[in-house]
């Protein structure tokens, strides 16, 4: 594997122990003072859709109404305002950051470069611009049907590839009284929804039924795909308020249980694409890229294998196990919300664990495990992370490190993501009292996972034994 394709942790600390987050990526756009304008719309906390209604929301790739363009949306009095609006719960500088910071604005471009033509002439697909494989997931590649006059798929991954086909909410969205609600009815696509935006975020950053990185595209050279919801809407960058600017300062961004309920989405939908006769098998093999990557790519000199029973007695060495880092994370979380609950997933994901060595039924337990994640999500929407549960759940994520349990990669990846997620949330909640100290003890943790390739358990645990000293100083 090349090395910059994997070796590469996206960082963040806890970006909000410093003034702000553009201040902190070394971009001022966002840290001018606020332009005054209107007042637009005031913040609404949005109910979680039921789980049910998430799950099934059609994706914008789907949509029937046409996309209307990004340059429907970048005029400065719309969302192409230089700074943020004042007294507005929306920023309107949207399309500045998107521009400027958003990668998705250049995930068309992408396909012209040389690494993009090295994929496509090692898969025989011609020219990469033009194959659809690759632009369904690099451009907002919807039917013909649904792209307006002005809609350019050269503009990469757009505000309607996200947000949603515009034509039937362009003007409502913008007409005094209108909620959240009408625009929803209008077509605009819920990504405020945790569950909903997992669903549209992994269906390009992991893949769906409809498309998937698969392990003959990751064979040609595609980058490992890595996603974690929260830390990924973080870094995308956020192009939306956290709080809102009234007296109460409400927190609009419940970045826990973003976390939380994009780790169950993302075993919900690594179990569909177990389940899915059209995906899970290549050739006579299990499609790989639900496996661990490392557990075959690694010098045979390197003897790496050790038990591992987080979940039951550790399976035997030499099995491919399967990537089951989000399962890791969604047991933990179980077991704060209920320990009952919590031993259903562990038994569960040893019964799926045993199923891929031909032990049992695989797509019952997969399918189990999928009914089990859902339960989880919606138990999770309804439970907010209140300062016990908050470092309950990231104490036991680093416990899981020490008893060994992340062997592989992906594993300490996710849970290094999980827990600078959670005490960023910490941090902005004023729960961590020594920000800057927890802040160096994640920058020194992820240092140990800087290159996938030569991830030390021992280092890594090292690194999470200090950051659990710091992290009971303060709780
Ligand atoms: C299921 C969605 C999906 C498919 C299919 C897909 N990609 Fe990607 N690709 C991604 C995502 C997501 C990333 C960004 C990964 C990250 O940085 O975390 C990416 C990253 C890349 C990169 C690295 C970009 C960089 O900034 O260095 C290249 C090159 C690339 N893709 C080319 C291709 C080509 C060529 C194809 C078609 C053969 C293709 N991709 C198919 C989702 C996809
Ligand atoms: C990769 C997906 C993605 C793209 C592309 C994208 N957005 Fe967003 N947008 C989001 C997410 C996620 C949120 C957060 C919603 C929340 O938590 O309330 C958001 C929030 C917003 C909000 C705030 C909504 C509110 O009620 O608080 C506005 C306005 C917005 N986006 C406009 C745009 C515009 C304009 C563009 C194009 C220039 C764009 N977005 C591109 C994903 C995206
Ligand atoms: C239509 C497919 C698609 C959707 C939907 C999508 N992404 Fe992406 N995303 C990509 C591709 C492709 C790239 C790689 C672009 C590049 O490297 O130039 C990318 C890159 C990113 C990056 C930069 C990663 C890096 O390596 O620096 C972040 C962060 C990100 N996406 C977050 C999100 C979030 C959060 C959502 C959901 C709100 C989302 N994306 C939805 C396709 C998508
Ligand atoms: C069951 C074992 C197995 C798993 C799991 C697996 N791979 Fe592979 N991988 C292979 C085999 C076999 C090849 C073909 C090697 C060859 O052609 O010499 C390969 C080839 C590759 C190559 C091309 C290497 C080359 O020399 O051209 C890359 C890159 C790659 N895999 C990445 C990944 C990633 C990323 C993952 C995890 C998402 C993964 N693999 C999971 C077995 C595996």
């Known amino acids: 594997m090349s090395k910059r394709s994997c070796d590469r942790l996206i960082y963040r600390g806890l970006l909000f122990a410093c003034a702000g987050f553009l201040a902190c990526t070394g971009l001022a756009l966002a840290a001018d003072p606020a332009t005054t304008e209107p007042v637009m719309g005031a913040p609404e906390m949005r109910a979680p859709l039921p789980l049910q209604e998430a799950l099934s929301w059609p994706l914008p790739d789907h949509d029937t109404a046409k996309a209307l363009g990004n340059v429907t949306c970048a005029s400065s009095t719309c969302h192409g305002s230089i700074k943020p609006w004042k007294n507005s719960h929306v920023l309107q500088n949207e399309y500045v950051t998107w521009t400027h910071l958003d990668k998705h604005a250049r995930a068309n471009e992408i396909l012209s470069n040389g690494r993009s033509q090295k994929i496509a002439q090692k898969l025989g697909i011609g020219d990469p611009t033009r194959a659809k494989i690759c632009l369904d997931c690099h451009t907002d590649n919807r039917p013909e049907a649904s792209r307006g006059p002005r809609f350019d798929a050269a503009d990469g991954i757009g505000c309607e590839a996200c947000h949603g086909a515009s034509e039937n909410y362009i003007s409502s969205h913008v007409a005094p009284g209108a909620t959240h609600a009408d625009n929803l009815a209008h077509g605009m696509y819920p990504v405020e929804d945790s569950a909903a935006r997992a669903r549209l975020c992994q269906s390009c950053h992991f893949g769906d039924r409809d498309k998937l990185v698969t392990h003959r595209i990751m064979g040609a050279g595609h980058p490992r795909i890595s996603f974690e919801l929260e830390t990924y809407s973080m870094l995308e960058p956020a192009h939306f308020r956290l709080r809102s600017d009234d007296a109460e300062h409400t927190l609009l961004f419940d970045g826990a249980r973003i976390w939380a309920v994009g780790q169950a989405i993302d075993v919900e939908n690594r179990m569909d694409i177990l389940l899915d006769v059209k995906r899970n098998h290549d050739g006579i093999f299990p499609e790989l890229v639900l496996f661990d990557c490392h557990s075959c790519h690694h010098p045979m000199s390197d003897q790496r294998w050790v038990p591992r029973t987080a979940f039951g007695p550790s399976l035997s060495p030499g099995i491919v196990r399967l990537n089951d880092s989000s399962i890791t994370m969604l047991a933990i979380l179980a077991h704060q919300l209920d320990p009952a609950l919590g031993e259903r997933v562990r038994s569960a994901a040893a019964a799926l664990e045993a199923a891929t060595t031909g ?117």
């Open 359 to 475: 032990q049992g039924d695989l797509l019952q337990s997969a399918q189990a495990m999928k009914s089990l994640a859902e339960e989880v999500a919606a138990r999770i929407a309804r439970t907010p992370f209140d300062r016990a549960m908050l470092y309950g759940t990231t104490l036991a994520l680093i416990d899981q490190g020490l008893s060994g349990n992340y062997v592989d990669y992906a594993a300490a990846e996710q849970s290094a993501m999980a827990i600078s997620s959670l005490l960023d949330f910490g941090s902005r909640e004023g729960w961590i009292s020594d920000a800057p100290a927890v802040n160096a003890q994640l920058t020194a943790l992820d240092a140990t996972l800087t290159n996938d390739e030569h991830y030390s358990r021992d280092q890594f645990q090292t690194r999470l034994k200090t950051l659990r000293a710091t992290l009971t100083r303060q709780s």
